[in-house]
């Protein structure tokens, strides 16, 4: 049931704010800015490293992840995808938490990453929204991301649940090893809390969204830019513009733009920079400037601060509401999102079944 929409995709990405929502009072009780995790005595001051392990957009999330583990609580955190991590044999301590992230919990490399620190790591911890899936049930902690059933190929409802269920862990982590104070813990609580309602106003921009995807749809290759906890998601916005649209695209941290991918730009070359205006906006936008001196047609994801500062000489730009930077990359999934759906729209292809794609990839 499309529940009157046009594609499972779009369903899953309407939903957004009802089940982050979800996930986010399944671990932060009302009236308590402390995250609670169910029966478990996981201590992140026993701790000495965090390794994840995850495929696709869920290695998006926990590449997310990483800067909230490091700037929240100051734990050194490694993130490899699952295909490279089984046969590198690198080395797991016992004072190590090893974190699977998986929408399925049945994906092949991930399952086998597992099993490789079974018997090495301090715990083995899983973010699934499958609670019954093999991942889960290896692992000696499963942490559900309470999306419900996704059905587009294109993951979209699962990542933001991932992020969430993720920054609440870091959060998490911040209260063990004592590194946000009470007061810090509330103002991310209340950044959490108010999540849904700005996933609500990102929804409503939806046809601004439209508008530039249409432009978007008629390029060959388009390029992703962010920085700090942007930079994942211009990943994730490449890979579900090309899952989805068969568009070439690639995601680049903006300050690596002058290290090669600029030799690309040129007036056929639409380059989407998300950046909220926190701390690196303005690396970011001289980045940007980069690119339009270059005839690069950009499309701005902003807030209004960052739209009023920086709009001069962009193509289009896409409103976002102001946003605590830590659930940022999490709404800015949306605009990411639409984009990809709304160009592979606009191109008329299988959107909820793309081409050579599986939703869940049993075999290595
Ligand atoms: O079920 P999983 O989360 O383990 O799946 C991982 C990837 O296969 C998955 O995220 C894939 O990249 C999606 N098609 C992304 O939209």
Redesign the pocket.
Known sequence: DKGGHKHFMAKEIAEQPVVVAEAIRSYLPTGSDRVVLPDTDLDFSKLDRLTMV???????ACLTAKYWFEQLARMPVEVDI?SEFRYREPPITDRTLALF???????AD?LAALRYCEGKADKIVSV???PESS?ARESDLALPIHAGVEI?????K??TC?LSVLLMLALKAAADRGTLDDDALADHAAALRGLPTLLNAALDQEEAIRKSAQRLSEARDVLFLGRGLMYPLAL?GA??LK?ISYIHAEGYASGELKHGPIALIDKHMPVVVMAPRDAVFDKTVSNMQEVMARKGKVILVSDDDGIADAKDGVWSTIRMPHAHASVAPILYSVPAQLLAYHTAVAKGTDVDQ?RN?????TVE
């Not at 992230?101 to 994906?107: D, K």
């Not at 587009?152 to 979209?156: I, Q």
Request: charge should be negative.
């Open positions: 995850a495929c696709g957009t869920a290695f998006y699952a992230v998986s929408q399925s919990g049945e994906t991930t699934v929204n499958v991942i587009g190929v294109a993951s979209t699962a990542f991932q994730e890979l579900k899952e793309p794609l599986a939703k869940s990839v």
